[in-house]
């Protein structure tokens, strides 16, 4: 199953995880550069993290960060993307 090895990439922080989820879901880098074509690889990244529905905790465990900084890093995806602070950023990414 791609999911499987998706979330378990995702988990390890591996440097692959980008290259395996932009081959299995290519329509959802389509619509991320739709709406700001200028995001880092870091950011994108964080973007998959979202739309694989971790938690502000489990992706600070993952990539080795406070969740406070998981936090700041939801908040400036949110502007750069345009999702208004009443979205839940979970649904959003679902419905992308």
């Known amino acids: 199953m791609p999911e499987e090895e998706i979330l378990r990439l995702a988990k390890e922080n591996s440097p692959r995880l980008l290259s395996k989820f932009k081959s299995t879901y290519p329509e959802f880098f389509l619509k991320l550069t739709e709406?700001?074509?200028?995001?880092?690889?870091?950011e994108i990244i964080f973007c998959i993290y979202l739309k694989l529905r971790l938690t502000t905790k489990e992706i600070a465990i993952y990539t080795f960060v406070t969740p406070k900084a998981i936090q700041?890093?939801?908040?400036?995806?949110?502007?750069?993307?345009g999702i208004s602070s009443d979205t839940d950023i979970y649904k959003w990414f679902d419905n992308l």
């Open 72 to 81: 700041n890093r939801k908040n400036r995806i949110r502007k750069k993307l």
């Open 35 to 42: 709406i700001n074509a200028n995001l880092q690889n870091s």
